[in-house]
Every structure is written in C-alpha cells, then in structure tokens.
C-alpha cells in the first residue's frame, strides 16, 4: 500500500479527534485519538507528522475553551485571543521551526474572478434567505445563540458572527486543508478538514440537522479554494453567508420586529 495511503490513518484519526473534542465534548478521549494519530504518524511519514502536529496544536488551543455562543464582553476577548493563537502557533511554527510555506494567506492571489465566480455571490445571499431561517427557526438553533435585543448586544453579535467566519476559513482552509494537501490527493484533504470544521461549528451552536447544511459548505467552500487560490473570495462567500445569520438570529430572537424572511 502506498504511503500515502497509510497516510490516511493518522490523518483520519486528527479529523475524529476533532469530533471527539468538539462534538461530543469529550475532550480525554479527544485527546488519546489525537495523541495516538500522531504517533502512528511518527512511523507511517516524519514529514506527515509534522503536519499533523501543527494542526493538533491549533486543535488543542482551541479545546481549551468553550466555542459555544457567547457575545459578553471578556468571552469575546477571551476567544478572539484563543483563535488567533489558534492559527498564529502553526503558521509562525511552520515558518520559523520546520522552514516551510505552506500555511499561506492569499488576500491578493492574483485571480480575476470569473463571471461565475462574480454571480454566485449573490446566489449566496438567495440560497442563504431561503435555506438559513429554515434551519436555526424550525430546528429551534437559534436558541443556541444567546437572545440579543439591546443595540449593543446586537453590534457585539455582529462582529462576533464576522470574526468567527473569517477565522473560519483563515484556520480551516489556509491551515488545516492546506496542511493536509500537502500529503493527500485535494479531495481527500478536503473531506478531512471538512469533518474538522463541522465538529468546530456544531459546538458552535449549529446543532440539529445542521451538519447536512454545513458539510456541503465546508467541502465547497475547499474546492472553491483550490480553484480560485483566493483567501478574500472565500471569506466574501462565507460573510455573506453570515449576513443571512445575523439577521436571522435577530429576527428569531425577536420575531416582532420586521423580518424580510418568510419563517
């Protein structure tokens, strides 16, 4: 079997850790997953193992807090902090430690965006409006998110909301997936950052049916990656994304107010 293929054992092994950790929030077993994925990765590739080390210490630093919705004023200091660290750790151990440039943040890529590339952003906005209040309204997610109604609550929900998509695919897609595209066909790496990012955002509060939404999401917005080479239209797509949901989780929280939404 080739390498690579045995490869996938510890790799597999980080993605799960990842579902043990923030999905079923059992952080000792999250943590002997993680541990043992590694070490299998020690005899399997030393370059893998390095890779995989870099994205488990971005794993563990977020672990130790509580990603769940909270919008108060130290736990949002409390977690830009940790998700900050949560990327600068591997990207200045890569750098400086192991002399590598794979973690990369190309706002300016050098891509025109194709036509295509241009209408598929408002067809963000359409698929958002019709498919987002469905989800957190008639699953109930919504409550998962504290109530905002005081226009500060709603300026910290906002830029809480945006922070959190940004770091999303600043970690997810420009560290995790680039990572592991170092080692793996782009689907197979793919995939795996995939199951990352979906247990990160179910502790998140997108709980429910909500994985069957953003899978999809975070596979797409990986292929999306690896054609447009663009950090800054990903993170367009998914802001837009988060538009949708910070109205939506207004509007749920307070369904007196005008809605633009039909739920």
């Not at 999250?30 to 080390?53: E, K, N, P």
């Not at 560290?175 to 790496?189: D, K, M, N, S, T």
């Not at 917005?221 to 990903?234: D, H």
Request: with cysteine; charged share 10%.
């Amino acid at each position: 079997m080739p390498r690579t293929s045995w490869g996938l054992v510890p790799a597999a092994g980080v993605s799960a850790s990842a579902v043990l950790i923030f999905w079923v929030q059992n952080l000792p077993s999250g943590y002997l997953v993680l541990a043992l994925s590694l070490i299998v990765a020690v005899i399997v590739d030393r370059s893998l193992f390095a890779s995989l080390l870099l994205i488990a210490a971005g794993l563990c630093i977020i672990s130790t807090i509580s990603v769940a919705a909270d919008i108060s004023y130290g736990n949002m200091l409390l977690m830009g902090t940790v998700l900050t660290l949560a990327i600068a750790v591997p990207y200045l151990a890569e750098r400086y430690a192991l002399r590598r440039r794979t973690i990369r943040f190309p706002i300016k890529s050098g891509h025109r965006w194709t036509r295509l590339e241009r209408w598929y952003l408002p067809l963000v906005l359409v698929l958002g409006w019709g498919i987002l209040p469905f989800y957190f309204i008639t699953s109930g997610s919504y409550r998962n998110w504290p109530a905002i109604h005081a226009p500060d609550e709603l300026a910290r929900l906002f830029v809480g909301v945006n922070f959190v998509g940004i770091w999303d695919e600043m970690f997810f897609i420009c560290v995790v997936f680039a990572l592991l595209g170092r080692h793996f066909p782009v689907w197979q790496a793919n995939l795996l950052q995939a199951v990352i990012f979906v247990s990160f955002l179910w502790e998140l509060g997108y709980r429910s049916w909500g994985p069957l939404m953003t899978f999809p999401f975070a596979v797409l917005q990986g292929y999306i990656f690896t054609r447009t080479r663009s950090l800054t239209y990903i993170v367009c797509v998914h802001l837009l994304f988060d538009l949708i949901v910070f109205l939506v989780l207004v509007h749920a929280h307070n369904p007196e107010w005008p809605s633009i939404f039909l739920y």
